[in-house]
């Protein structure tokens, strides 16, 4: 079992996951008005992305005084703060695998 902050396993399970909620979270942000989604480039899809991620981030930094004054339950707000914290680690996860790639690239020779 993993704490909040403690280490996260890669299992697949936990990246499914995560990605279920990007998905999930990244279509509501949709529906309040979010700009439209760039071209479909590998450059755009991850600035997309990462907006998606910052949202979610900075959705959650405001939720311990939603807490404090009763408007939410003090489960929901544990669930979104878990959930802002995978996105995160998976986050990271890719760009640590997206530097080593580039590393390898440019170890090749021509």
Known sequence: MSTIGGNLG?????????LQAMKQRSQE???IGQTEPSKASFGGSLS???VALN???QATE?????ALK???DFHEVAARV???QLSFDFAMQVRNKLIDAYREV???SV
């Open 10 to 18: 890669l299992g697949r399970s936990n990246i499914e996951q995560a």
């Open 29 to 31: 942000l949709q529906g």
């Open 48 to 50: 997309d992305s990462v």
């Open 55 to 57: 949202q979610t981030v």
């Open 62 to 66: 405001t939720l311990h005084l939603e």
């Open 70 to 72: 009763g408007d939410m």
């Open 82 to 84: 878990k959930e802002a």
């Open 106 to 108: 440019m170890r090749m």
